[in-house]
C-alpha cells in the first residue's frame, strides 16, 4: 500500500532545532508495486480527515510554541496514516491480502 499527502512545513530559517509540518488530503492505494508517479485512477482520500499538526524539536519545547498550544487548546493525538489508509480500505470492503 502507498501513502501519500499534502505537507506544509515550516522550519527555523536560522537553522534552529524546531520543526512544524501540517499534512492534509491523506490519500492511500492498495498495491503491491512501486509507482514513481501519483497519478494512478485508484487513490482513495481518506474521509474525514482533519489537518494533521506535528511539532517536532530537540532538547527543549519552546515556550512561545507551548503558549500557542494552549490558547489554542490543541491535544496531543497518535495518528498513524498507514493505520487509518487500512482502516479506510477495510470500511470500503478492500482488503489488503
Known sequence: MLIRYLREPYT???GGPLRVTMDRC???L???RALLTDDHPGWIVLPNQPI???IKFTDTFPLWLSDMVRELDLVRVRSPKYVRSVDAL???GIGLA
Open 26 to 28: 491523506v490519500a492511500c
Open 30 to 32: 492498495r498495491t503491491d
Open 90 to 92: 477495510s470500511a470500503l
Open 52 to 54: 494533521v499538526l506535528e
Open 12 to 14: 527555523d530559517p536560522g
